[in-house]
């Protein structure tokens, strides 16, 4: 059930006039006076929440969005995706 925000159009009591959150059915008819005081109030837009659920990592994506990606082994590290060079720069004193 979504929760909105109701606030009273003119005066109305301490509940109503700074506004006050209030959860009912999106099929309800919004509310038109306090439940405190009986003033008039409105319905208040705002922002909404929702959950995007994070896209999961790959490295195929990595790889499209111009990564490289390396797996260390016993023996260095070795690229799995991506166009970057077979073995990266590890040491600071051979970058540019």
Same mark, same amino acid.
């Given at each position: 059930?979504?929760?909105?925000?109701?606030?009273? =159009?003119? $005066?109305?009591?301490?509940?109503?006039?700074?506004?006050?959150?209030?959860?009912?059915?999106?099929?309800? !008819?919004? #509310?038109?006076?306090?439940?405190?005081?009986?003033?008039?109030?409105?319905?208040? #837009?705002?922002?909404?929440?929702?959950?995007?659920?994070?896209?999961?990592?790959?490295?195929?994506?990595?790889?499209?969005? $111009?990564?490289?990606?390396?797996?260390?082994?016993?023996? $260095? #590290?070795? !690229?799995?995706?991506?166009?970057?060079?077979?073995?990266?720069? =590890?040491?600071?004193?051979? #970058?540019?």
């Amino acid at each position: 059930m979504p929760t909105y925000e109701y606030k009273s =159009v003119e $005066g109305g009591c301490e509940h109503c006039a700074t506004g006050f959150d209030h959860r009912q059915s999106i099929k309800a !008819k919004p #509310l038109t006076t306090c439940p405190e005081c009986g003033a008039k109030i409105r319905r208040v #837009l705002r922002n909404c929440s929702h959950f995007t659920p994070k896209p999961k990592f790959s490295y195929d994506r990595a790889a499209d969005a $111009g990564f490289t990606s390396y797996q260390r082994t016993d023996s $260095g #590290l070795k !690229k799995i995706a991506g166009s970057g060079p077979d073995t990266p720069v =590890v040491d600071p004193s051979d #970058l540019p």
